[in-house]
């Protein structure tokens, strides 16, 4: 039997996730709906331990956390003594193909922490809607303002769209499904990747 993982994104796509479905559940931020027996929250943001330190949001179950959320708990070693019962792991690889930690989305964390870690074979992907199209929409923008004008989305997804070609050609043993409305896919597909389009 394969063993097949979930990454629940923050996009307006992350609705087409199907809750009956098998495997490991992993979210981002603030997921878009309750995710039971999810294994892990990943945060990668200074503005999410920022929100998370003064109490105005609460992700849900335990995290997983990346490079700028460690220095984050070092320059405020209250907070870390506050929340480490919550947190799994701190996960500080930055793959070649990313710039920096800026470029490092919590998307395309959660992608390379689950294949490394997981070593599934197989990862279904919801709510990544910047692969298909100019929608950087993200549920977290329900909590933490974030600059959603054309000119940054364009800026994003020039920085973004070639990390997730790094991490498929990286993990290209692992059979990768992207969830969404339509597959106009505006990265090259390498064999690896499939586009499931719900009826």
């Known amino acids: 039997m394969s063993k097949v993982l979930h990454i629940i994104g923050n996009g307006d796509n992350a609705s087409l996730y199907d809750h009956n479905s098998k495997g490991v559940k992993i ?28 109490g105005s949001v609460n992700p849900p179950g335990d995290w997983v956390m990346g490079f700028r959320p460690k220095k984050f708990t070092e320059m405020h070693p209250d907070f870390y003594l506050k929340i480490s019962n919550r947190v799994r792991q701190f996960y500080l690889t930055l793959p070649k193909y990313a710039r920096n930690y800026t470029d490092f989305n919590c998307g395309h964390f ?8 997981f070593k599934p074979d197989e ?13 950087l929409n993200s549920c977290s923008d329900f909590f933490l303002n974030s600059d959603r004008t054309v000119t ?31 597959d106009k896919l505006k990265i090259p597909k390498p064999p690896n990747v499939e586009v499931y389009v719900k009826k």
């Not at 603030?30 to 330190?53: H, L, N």
């Not at 990862?123 to 929608?135: K, R």
Request: charged share 15%; glycine share 4%.
């Open 123 to 135: 990862i279904h992907v919801y709510g990544i809607d910047s692969l298909f199209d100019m929608n």
């Open 152 to 182: 940054n989305n364009v800026r994003l997804n020039d920085n973004w769209r070639p990390i997730w070609h790094g991490i498929f050609q990286e993990f290209g043993n692992i059979q990768w499904v992207l969830h969404h409305k339509h």
């Open 27 to 54: 979210t981002c931020n603030i997921p878009p709906f309750p995710v039971p027996k999810a294994y892990a929250t990943c945060i990668v943001d200074f503005k999410m331990c920022a929100a998370i330190r003064e």
């Open 110 to 117: 959660a992608a390379h922490y689950s294949a490394t870690t």
